[in-house]
């Protein structure tokens, strides 16, 4: 554990809600997120974690600061899978473009919660048990085995345990209602659509921190290294989303290098746990190693991708092919055309 000041977890909270406030501000009115703005996003997010990493070396230690990096990085890199989740999320419910920022907005501030309580939780069982980082790299030995053999892209938006549990509780139209989540019929409040994407959105994140926890925590187990690295990766997701909606597909060798880098990390945490419950004969990988190795996967995946790009498919559309929402709903949906036409307002119905 690191000696963190509580003051930097002020700068922190203050950074993060600032952030997302001016986020909020710049995005009030819905339109579709071009290349270049999502592309100016992407970077303010990234040079924003930077910053904050330099903060952390600073004040907090060199080991510290390597830490947070290497975590940040690394949750970076894993965040891909999300990307590829969210363009099939968006397919499947034809959410229209305009619409797609608010929903991830909402995604990630229920993201930061959620992360916030599975990484303390985290950090908490392995002080106390720390065999049970055995079971963790058994779980990235898993993911890794799942990646390699095509296994993980199962994912079923229609399907998921929370789109199904927000069914039983309020009514579902099928029509969207320009941005908004509610509208009354007949003097009854139902939900559009719109709520249904926000809902898989979390379930996915679910999933995801199954693979992101462990992982994470290989690299750390200061609660302050482990959510911050988290929180700045999270919140440059959107925009990455957008800026590569479109050119997904292209990074076909990208899983592979995941793949790896969650096969490395398990390594890592059983070194790690070998040698703090068997013999501190065992060694341990550092950290810096960590993060030279994400690094150099993640270098050579992208540019074996773009070296070797993928055989053209005769009719085949990779997700975000037409850019984000495009695609054809799934079984039993259906919604508004891409085009957009609709706007805050138009749709039958009384708005809230």
Same mark, same amino acid.
């Given at each position: 554990?690191?000696?963190?000041?509580?003051?930097?977890?002020?700068?922190?909270?203050?950074?993060?809600?600032?952030?997302?406030?001016?986020?909020?501000?710049?995005?009030?009115?819905?339109?579709?997120?071009?290349?270049?703005?999502?592309?100016?996003?992407?970077?303010?997010?990234?040079?924003?974690?930077?910053?904050?990493?330099?903060?952390?070396?600073?004040?907090?230690?060199?080991?510290?600061?390597?830490?947070?990096?290497?975590?940040?990085?690394?949750?970076?890199?894993?965040?891909?899978?999300?990307?590829?989740?969210?363009?099939?999320?968006?397919?499947?419910?034809?959410?229209?473009?305009?619409?797609?920022?608010?929903?991830?907005?909402?995604?990630?501030?229920?993201?930061?919660?959620?992360?916030?309580?599975?990484?303390?939780?985290?950090?908490?069982?392995?002080?106390?048990?720390?065999?049970?980082?055995?079971?963790?790299?058994?779980?990235?030995?898993?993911?890794?085995?799942?990646?390699?053999?095509?296994?993980?892209?199962?994912?079923?938006?229609?399907?998921?345990?929370?789109?199904?549990?927000?069914?039983?509780?309020?009514?579902?139209?099928?029509?969207?209602?320009?941005?908004?989540?509610?509208?009354?019929?007949?003097?009854?409040?139902?939900?559009?659509?719109?709520?249904?994407?926000?809902?898989?959105?979390?379930?996915?994140?679910?999933?995801?921190?199954?693979?992101?926890?462990?992982?994470?925590?290989?690299?750390? $187990?200061?609660?302050?290294?482990?959510?911050? $690295?988290?929180?700045?990766?999270?919140?440059? =997701?959107?925009?990455?989303?957008?800026?590569?909606?479109?050119?997904?597909?292209?990074?076909?060798?990208?899983?592979?290098?995941?793949?790896?880098?969650?096969?490395?990390?398990?390594?890592?945490?059983?070194?790690?746990?070998?040698?703090?419950?068997?013999?501190?004969?065992?060694?341990?990988?550092? $950290?810096?190693?960590?993060?030279?190795?994400?690094?150099?996967?993640?270098?050579?995946?992208?540019?074996?991708?773009? =070296?070797?790009?993928?055989?053209?498919?005769?009719?085949?559309?990779?997700?975000?092919?037409?850019?984000?929402?495009?695609?054809?709903?799934?079984?039993?949906?259906?919604?508004?055309?891409?085009?957009?036409?609709?706007?805050?307002?138009?749709?039958?119905?009384?708005?809230?």
């Amino acid at each position: 554990m690191h000696d963190v000041p509580f003051w930097l977890w002020i700068v922190f909270g203050v950074t993060v809600a600032v952030s997302l406030a001016i986020d909020l501000f710049a995005h009030r009115t819905a339109h579709v997120i071009g290349f270049r703005e999502a592309a100016a996003w992407s970077a303010g997010w990234i040079s924003l974690a930077i910053v904050f990493g330099g903060v952390v070396f600073l004040v907090v230690g060199t080991d510290a600061g390597v830490e947070y990096t290497t975590a940040w990085l690394l949750e970076k890199s894993l965040s891909v899978d999300n990307l590829f989740v969210f363009a099939l999320i968006f397919s499947y419910f034809r959410v229209p473009r305009a619409y797609q920022h608010h929903v991830l907005f909402l995604g990630v501030l229920g993201a930061l919660v959620f992360r916030g309580l599975f990484l303390a939780a985290g950090v908490a069982v392995v002080s106390r048990f720390t065999a049970v980082l055995f079971v963790f790299a058994a779980i990235l030995f898993w993911s890794t085995y799942k990646i390699l053999k095509g296994e993980d892209e199962s994912f079923d938006p229609g399907k998921s345990v929370a789109v199904r549990l927000l069914r039983k509780v309020i009514p579902v139209r099928d029509e969207y209602a320009g941005p908004h989540f509610f509208v009354k019929e007949a003097g009854k409040r139902v939900a559009t659509p719109l709520l249904a994407v926000v809902a898989a959105i979390e379930a996915a994140d679910l999933v995801f921190a199954v693979d992101s926890v462990p992982a994470v925590l290989a690299v750390s $187990s200061d609660v302050f290294i482990v959510y911050t $690295s988290n929180a700045f990766a999270i919140l440059g =997701l959107r925009a990455l989303y957008f800026m590569l909606a479109g050119l997904l597909d292209r990074f076909h060798y990208l899983s592979v290098g995941l793949a790896l880098i969650l096969g490395f990390i398990g390594v890592k945490l059983v070194l790690q746990a070998t040698h703090e419950t068997v013999s501190t004969a065992v060694p341990e990988i550092p $950290s810096l190693v960590s993060l030279a190795v994400i690094v150099v996967v993640l270098a050579v995946s992208i540019a074996v991708s773009v =070296l070797r790009p993928p055989a053209e498919k005769a009719g085949a559309e990779g997700p975000g092919a037409e850019g984000p929402g495009a695609g054809e709903p799934g079984a039993g949906e259906s919604g508004t055309e891409e085009s957009g036409a609709e706007e805050p307002g138009q749709q039958p119905g009384k708005h809230e």
